[in-house]
């Protein structure tokens, strides 16, 4: 069942048609890759369905229900979260109170004026548990600003997915990251959205991260969608490799390798 | 180490920590008017209201992110709605002119708020600093209604149905003096609760990165206008408080000026802490007092104070205060 469809989604900046005609599914469980070069449209297309922007013309059908003209705040309330390219998060608050933020945001908390927020036991628990799963348990009193990138990659997704989203985007969850340190992010934010049951989608430019983690690849190019299929499908379309020079052309992706989709 | 037991110990510590400053700082000020001169307690009392003011907007600026340039409409507000509770109404109740500058201040700054929050950084700030502007020209042109730059005379009132005493100084350094010392009181408990509550806590994510506040579900232009609003409530009550104190509502405290010795006094005291402003505003009020009685050039002369405090402590006197504190536990 398709958790997400778009229907002809287009969004132009001036002449650039960023997203056009764009009717892109996402079914309920999988994790999908969202793949193309710079400028393909995949963090349009994120932006669009996500609320951060609004549409020129076409439908945004989540969970049954259209969502089109819904702000972000009500896409959030059904269940679309998202973490960010760019590390987004409240830097001058401890990692903990980045976390309790979703958690009082999801449970309609945050319009509480007379109470304590530090008296909420249940919401600082599951604070504490979600960075123990992220790994994080470490710099729970930390301001958020302070603590490494590669943490700060995983911090931003901890509190999208506090939120306990039905559908999670990924916005490059590795991008500034060494190489090294990939795999295990990867390791982690799957491992952890899969246990949880959530549809995630994943924009990631690293093609073994994305070979390795993903259960269908959609690949986007100039605003369309060029090829969607299983990462063996993917793999062996011409139009997919001729596109994107300086991926794979056949074959099994090399580990640990540093394949970059047409950057 | 369980969560409990983190958070238990930092319970603990907090208690001791905030302790520590408030029995100390309590029994000075309780003791004040009877050991210091009643000049002095009059620029306590000052100080007092002005921290209160300062307080409100320190919500605005320390924790929400925004920086009004318009907080003396605010204050003004107060000031003004004690006034004609006089003058028109004849009333003398020092509570009902609170309840009276509370809903006031109120109204007054869900106008602004609605107007002004739709921005952020300096928009937000000359969009404050020109509302609070309109604000002045009314009291200054329509002297039939407001005394114009006469202003409008506010008498002592009675405090809980209690008439004043004939002697007005000893009223203002003595029971006036611990009423605005309760009112402080009660500020700056509801204050602390409401910046250490889930929306406090929200309102300092809106200050961090209102992109990623408003994609965890945040209503970011909800959540500043309640802030706006409730610094605008702090401020008048602050006025309002200052009114029988000065004896007089005027138009110098509706000026933009007056908005930046409230933005003046904030730095001062160290707006990424609680208590700076507090401090702040005590600080500010000796310093001008003084600084008025020693020359006339006295604006020169906090001019330089404050080119010298963003140049040597950027953070405030608090500021520097918990740096030092932290230098000194690291030492030890």
């Known amino acids: 069942m398709n958790l997400l469809a778009t229907q002809a989604l287009a969004k132009s900046f001036g002449d650039n048609r960023a997203v056009d005609a764009v009717d892109f599914n996402v079914s309920e469980g999988e994790v999908l890759a969202l793949i193309g070069s710079n400028g393909a449209g995949k963090t349009t297309l994120v932006n669009l369905v996500s609320g951060l922007l609004q549409p020129d013309s076409g439908q945004i059908i989540f969970a049954g229900a259209d969502v089109t003209r819904q702000s972000s ?191 | 180490m369980s969560m409990g037991a983190v958070t238990a110990s930092s319970k603990v510590s907090t208690t001791v920590r905030v302790g520590a400053w408030i029995v100390p700082a309590a029994a000075l000020l309780l003791a004040a008017p009877f050991v210091i001169d009643p000049f002095q307690t009059l620029t306590l009392t000052y100080g007092l209201i002005a921290a209160i003011g300062a307080l409100g907007f320190n919500l605005l600026l320390g924790y929400t992110g925004l920086l009004s340039f318009g907080h003396s409409a605010f204050f003004g507000g107060g000031a003004y709605t004690v006034a004609f509770l006089v003058k028109y109404l004849k009333i003398a109740s020092m509570e009902l002119f609170l309840a009276g500058s509370v809903l006031a201040s109120a109204l007054l700054s869900v106008l602004f708020g609605y107007v002004c929050v739709r921005y952020t950084r300096i928009f937000f700030g000359i969009l404050t600093l020109a509302l609070s502007q309109v604000l002045w020209s009314l009291a200054f042109k329509f002297f039939w209604v407001t005394g114009g730059t006469d202003g409008l005379r506010v008498p002592t009132p009675t405090l809980l149905g209690a008439a004043p005493t004939d002697d007005k100084m000893d009223f203002l350094v003595h029971r006036y003096y611990f009423y605005v010392l309760a009112v402080f009181a009660v500020c700056v408990l509801l204050m602390w609760v409401i910046v250490h509550s889930p929306f406090g806590k929200a309102l300092q994510a809106i200050r961090d990165n209102e992109t990623r506040a408003e994609f965890i579900g945040i209503r970011i232009r909800r959540y500043r206008l309640i802030a706006f609003v409730i610094s605008g409530i702090f401020t008048g009550v602050a006025g309002a408080l200052w009114a029988p104190l000065n004896g007089l509502a005027s138009p110098d405290i509706l000026v933009w000026t007056f908005s930046g010795e409230i933005v003046f006094m904030t730095v001062l005291g160290g707006f990424r802490t609680f208590v700076g402003p507090i401090v702040g505003a005590v600080a500010f009020t000796y310093l001008k007092t003084y600084a008025v009685g020693f020359t006339v050039y006295w604006q020169l002369l906090l001019g330089t104070v404050l080119v010298a405090l963003v140049l040597v402590l950027p953070t405030g006197i608090m500021g520097a205060v918990e740096q030092l504190a932290s230098k000194w536990k690291r030492a030890s």
């Open chain 1, 73 to 263: 705040y009500e896409r959030i309330k059904v269940g679309i979260a998202r973490s960010f390219q760019i590390v987004n998060l409240f830097d001058q608050l401890s990692c903990a109170d980045n976390i309790a933020l979703s958690i009082f945001s999801r449970e309609g908390k945050t319009a509480k004026l007379i109470s304590l927020a530090g008296s909420d036991r249940a919401v600082w628990d599951e604070a504490h548990d979600v960075l123990r799963r992220f790994g994080l348990d470490r710099q729970m009193a930390v301001p958020a600003g302070t603590i490494s990138h590669g943490e700060r990659k995983l911090l931003d997704v901890a509190v999208a997915y506090a939120l306990r989203p039905k559908l999670l985007f990924l916005d490059e969850p590795t991008s500034g990251v060494s190489t090294r340190e990939k795999a295990p992010i990867m390791d982690v934010v799957t491992s952890i959205v899969r246990s949880g049951g959530i549809t995630v989608v994943i924009i990631e430019h690293d093609m073994d991260i994305v070979f390795r983690y993903s259960e269908r690849i959609v690949v986007m190019h100039q605003g369309s969608i060029l090829a969607d299929g299983t990462p063996d499908e993917i793999r062996r379309n011409d139009a997919v490799t001729t596109t994107l020079i300086g991926s794979y052309p056949t074959g099994e992706p090399v580990q640990g390798g540093t394949g970059h989709a047409g950057s």
